[in-house]
Nanobody, 121 residues
Framework: QVQLVESGGGLVQAGGSLRLSCAAS????????MGWYRQAPGNQRELVAS???????NYGYSVKGRFTISRDNAKNTMYLQMSSLRPEDTAVYYC???????????????WGQGTHITVSS
C-alpha cells in the first residue's frame, strides 16, 4: 500500500507565496511521474504541474512562471513552490503519483487526501 500525504496548505493573501509538500510512504519499487492537481468548487480537477522521475516538467497554463514543481527522489517527496498567488488559485490541491509496486513496468495511480489553499484578495 502507498500513502501520499500533503502538507503546507492554508490561507494566504493575493501576491503571497506558499510551499506544498507531498510525502510518499509504504511499500513500492519506484515512483515515476508525480504531479499536483487542483479542484475549485464547481470545477473539474485540473493539472497544476507534473514532474517525471527523469526531471521533465509540465505546467498548467495558468500557473506557468508562478509555480515551480520539484522532487527529492531519495526522500520520495515532491514540492510545489507557489508565488504570486491569485484568488483564482483557491482550490483543494491534490498530490498524485504513478507508482511501480514491483520490477515490472505496471504503474498504479495514487492520490493524496488534498490540502486546501485559500487566496484572499
Amino acid at each position: 500500500q502507498v500513502q501520499l500525504v500533503e502538507s503546507g496548505g492554508g490561507l494566504v493573501q493575493a501576491g503571497g507565496s506558499l510551499r506544498l509538500s507531498c510525502a510518499a510512504s509504504g511499500s513500492f519499487f519506484a515512483i515515476n511521474t508525480m504531479g499536483w492537481y487542483r479542484q475549485a468548487p464547481g470545477n473539474q480537477r485540473e493539472l497544476v504541474a507534473s514532474l517525471t522521475r527523469g526531471g521533465s516538467t509540465n505546467y498548467g497554463y495558468s500557473v506557468k512562471g508562478r509555480f515551480t514543481i520539484s522532487r527529492d527522489n531519495a526522500k520520495n517527496t515532491m514540492y510545489l513552490q507557489m508565488s504570486s498567488l491569485r484568488p483564482e488559485d483557491t482550490a483543494v490541491y491534490y498530490c498524485n503519483a504513478l507508482v511501480r509496486l514491483g520490477p515490472d513496468h505496471v504503474e498504479y495511480d495514487y492520490w493524496g487526501q488534498g490540502t486546501h489553499i485559500t487566496v484572499s484578495s
